[in-house]
């Protein structure tokens, strides 16, 4: 609001780049509906989206906020480090695509040093996959995964939005699955994913569930059956960047696997075989690949390298020197800029229109939202939308603090947390404000209960003044361990969090209203008490 009435945008790049950032530059067919400029100006419901308006909802002094507008838009270039938490809220896409418009409507795209967070547009990596493309699930995803516990204690009265159904063209469009088992690989979902205590009701009407995994997850602990899965240090194959940078690093096979333990894909290629249809599923090997897996492995990647690093990327090292050196670092001529050619050069950007589409052609002809992957509307323009649950909602008057689930620096997720010496390091603790620690009476080191109506835990406080009032901060990842009342007394926050994914699909994490209290009950960090024991379960013979 504050750069379109000062007129900072760049009308400019909005003219010949943007689609729906103001009426000029709607589609012909779409001149009747909504555009951003004017909804922002509240043409259509009479609220404009002044700073004022905005700091009643989110905090932020309105004067604070002019004066980051004043500075992002009049600084060229400008990059918008939006960050993903925010985007993990309940209509958290919305958050996503206006910063996406701020960065459009003042220019900073296609430029050097202008930008808004984000992984999809950086330097691309080949991507290592065996086995062959073809070879892949034709069909990747049916519900929102956060949605599994509720269509399983649901089932068949489940309507087809509440869980995210995608739409197929087939007989099964619409088919609500009937879950009977549940196949866990590559994460702890069980302990990472929204309202735990809905998981744990859900799990025990399943027939089936199977863990894979390198050490004994909370998952695991859950599971019927748990596939020891070998290490990096176990297996040959090559790292690639994450999210940033622009290299390859080659990961030879350090030790043999421990135990029982196999990689992988030797685990789904004899599962593959024992289906009928290992052949096809690897066909670069054969039955004794579950025991010797090794020369198929660098087959593959020294066909990965050849095939699409080599031939796609220019790279002129051999896969051999590759193994023999262990890192290749790509020479960049200038500096990666996302969308350079389609600014410089005028190629179209990869949506229907051809350009940035502030107003989504797509999201805009959706008649039957239920037929849907999102299972909800989302306005065809970044609107504001209120959640279900925050700070400003009559909820706040028996739950009235704002939780929130930041990653920690000391656990990867849940991974490390099995660590004995990093928990002691890094307890998990609930961070709250001075102010708010000092009317309810909690001094660091108190032991509290933090609650809501989908769960309860139990974990130390530690008072500070670098969290906002109102606020209270516990990181995500701990593994759960109940007490015999169902209480969690590791301290995870996804025992508070609701498993209604934003419409797009997000984890709504940060969308989470609670209460704190000093509390009686145990704190007992049942992996810390039992740390030796753990740790001797969790290494494997040798």
């Not at 418009?101 to 220019?107: E, K, L």
């Not at 089932?155 to 469009?173: A, S, T």
């Not at 262990?326 to 500096?335: A, E, H, Q, S, T």
């Amino acid at each position: 609001h504050y750069i379109f009435t000062n007129n900072l945008h760049d009308q400019a790049f909005i003219d010949k780049f943007c689609l729906g950032m103001d009426a000029g530059t709607m589609p012909d067919w779409a001149k009747d509906q909504e555009n951003f400029k004017d909804y922002i100006l509240g043409k259509y419901d009479n609220q404009p989206k002044t700073p004022e308006w905005a700091a009643q909802i989110c905090g932020v002094k309105a004067e604070d906020i002019k004066k980051l507008a004043d500075m992002y838009a009049r600084t060229k270039p400008a990059a918008l480090k939006a960050s993903w938490a925010p985007g993990r809220n309940a209509y958290g896409e919305q958050y996503n695509r206006m910063a996406a418009a701020v960065q459009a409507m003042t220019g900073n795209i296609g430029v050097l040093g202008g930008c808004a967070e984000g992984v999809g547009k950086a330097w691309h990596s080949e991507a290592v996959a065996y086995p062959y493309d073809q070879y892949a699930n034709v069909w990747f995803a049916s519900i929102k995964s956060d949605r599994w516990a509720h269509c399983v204690l649901n089932y068949p009265n489940v309507k087809r939005e509440e869980i995210g159904l995608w739409p197929r063209q087939d007989h099964l469009d619409g088919v609500i699955p009937n879950i009977r088992g549940i196949f866990w690989q590559g994460s702890d979902w069980f302990n990472q994913l929204t309202n735990i205590n809905k998981e744990i009701q859900a799990i025990k009407k399943l027939d089936l569930v199977v863990c894979m995994d390198s050490t004994i997850t909370p998952s695991g602990l859950y599971a019927d059956v748990l596939l020891p899965v070998a290490t990096h240090f176990e297996r040959h194959d090559v790292a690639l960047p994450w999210y940033k940078g622009h290299y390859y690093i080659h990961r030879p096979k350090v030790i043999e696997p421990m135990g029982e333990s196999k990689t992988d894909f030797q685990i789904f290629t004899e599962l593959a075989y024992r289906l009928g249809f290992g052949p096809g599923y690897n066909p670069r090997a054969n039955r004794e690949y579950f025991q010797y897996n090794d020369a198929v492995d660098d087959a593959y990647l020294r066909t990965w390298w050849e095939e699409k690093v080599m031939h796609h990327q220019g790279v002129m090292m051999s896969w051999d020197e590759f193994k023999q050196r262990g890192v290749y670092k790509f020479k960049l001529d200038k500096p990666h800029v996302a969308f350079r050619a389609q600014i410089e050069q005028g190629l179209p950007f990869q949506t229907p229109s051809g350009r940035i589409e502030i107003f989504s052609t797509q999201l805009a002809q959706i008649k039957d939202w239920t037929r849907t992957q999102y299972g909800y509307p989302i306005p065809a323009i970044p609107k504001w939308i209120e959640p279900w649950e925050y700070a400003g909602s009559e909820k706040t008057k028996q739950y009235p603090f704002h939780l929130v689930s930041p990653h920690p620096r000391w656990r990867t997720h849940s991974i490390f947390n099995n660590c004995a010496w990093l928990r002691e390091t890094y307890e998990q603790e609930v961070t709250i404000n001075a102010s708010d620690a000092k009317r309810l009476g909690i001094q660091t080191g108190d032991t509290v209960e933090v609650w809501n109506d989908r769960g309860k835990v139990v974990v130390p406080t530690y008072v500070t003044e670098r969290c906002m009032p109102g606020v209270l901060v516990l990181h995500e990842g701990a593994w759960l361990d109940l007490d015999e009342n169902g209480i969690d007394r590791a301290g995870n926050p996804d025992f508070l969090t609701l498993d209604e994914p934003s419409p797009a699909g997000a984890f709504a994490y940060n969308t989470v209203l609670a209460n704190v209290k000093k509390t009686d009950l145990a704190h007992r960090p049942g992996w810390d008490k039992q740390a030796t024991a753990r740790s001797y379960i969790f290494r494997r013979e040798l």
